[in-house]
Each structure stands twice: as C-alpha cells, then as structure tokens.
C-alpha cells in the first residue's frame, strides 16, 4: 500500500466529472488500498478518487459511531455510489476538504440518505447513513461529480488557529 499524493485546487482533476467503473481487476484493488492508506495518513475520514488524481468514481469513507468514541471506525469502500433516497430533513454543520486546506464551510446536507454502488469485489451493497456519516458521503459523492463544499457552502472562511470548531474533513 502506498500513500498517494492529495491533489488540491487549482487542479482541473477536482472539477472533471468521474468515470463509472468497470474493471474490478488487480489494479483497482492497488487503487482502493492507496486510497485507505492515504485518507488514514492525512488523516482524513473520507476520500473520492479525483483527490488522488484518478478521475474515477470509488470513493472510502472510515467513521466511528458519533454515539460512542470506543467503537471501531467503519471503513466503506464504494464503487459508482449513488444516492438513492435522501431526507427531507436538512442540517447545516462545518466541513473541511483535504483537497482545499485551511479552509472551512458551512453546508447544508441531507440529515439521512441510502447510498447504492459496489463493494470491493464489485458485489452490490447498499448503505444506510445518517448524522455525521451521511454528510461525509454526500461530500466524497459530490466530489465524483466535481462538486466541492463551497459551491454549497453558506460561507468559506480561514480559521485562525484557535477557533475551535468541529469539522468533518
Ligand atoms: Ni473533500
């Protein structure tokens, strides 16, 4: 597994529209465990392949249970994900992209959402999210589209170094 290297902006890969994919071979597998090892290292709790450069739409995400900080992170590995169903509850709350740093934002999201797409093995899987896992979802999914959070955004800002805020990144 090897640390890739986050691209941010200005780079045109973040704005291209992502490629659906096909090939389950040995070199996505290469891909998805580079992706791991490079949101892990950043650290980051979700990652679109654009931000590696590869204009394809996997997506990882890794998040624990917002209601209990002693059990184990989550790791998704999603394949040409889809949002199929989508609240109609919305909430507004502070994100972070590894591809734009030192800034913030504030977005509103779907409050729940299901995703579809494939696992690793390029097997159908659904996913149900909501809080904090269904906005980083709604993030990485935009990223596929070349969509960044401050094109929803309320407002972007610098934060200073002592602004304490909570931010999915
Ligand atoms: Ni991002």
């Known amino acids: 597994m090897t640390v890739r290297e986050i691209v941010t902006l200005p780079d045109p890969v973040l704005r291209r529209k992502a490629?659906?994919?096909?090939?389950?071979?040995k070199e996505f597998t290469t891909l998805v465990n580079d992706m791991?090892?490079?949101?892990?290292?950043a650290p980051g709790v979700?990652?679109?392949a654009p931000q590696v450069g590869v204009s394809e739409r996997l997506i990882v995400?890794?998040?624990?249970?917002?209601?209990n900080e002693e059990s184990p992170k989550k790791l998704f590995v999603v394949a040409?994900?889809?949002i199929?169903?989508?609240?109609?509850?919305?909430v507004t709350a502070i994100e972070g992209c590894l591809s734009l740093p030192g800034l913030v934002g504030e977005v509103e999201r779907h409050e729940a959402i299901q995703v579809k797409g494939l696992n690793r093995q390029g097997k159908p899987i659904r996913i149900k999210a909501q809080g904090w896992l269904a906005r980083i979802f709604q993030h990485e999914i935009d990223h596929l589209e070349g969509v960044l959070y401050p094109d929803r955004a309320t407002r972007v800002w610098q934060p200073s170094e002592t602004e304490e805020i909570e931010v999915v990144e």
């Open 19 to 25: 490629h659906k994919l096909t090939n389950f071979d």
């Open 36 to 41: 791991v090892e490079t949101m892990r290292a």
């Open 46 to 48: 979700g990652l679109a």
């Open 61 to 67: 995400v890794e998040f624990g249970d917002e209601e």
């Open 80 to 82: 040409n994900p889809e």
């Open 84 to 90: 199929v169903e989508a609240s109609d509850e919305m």
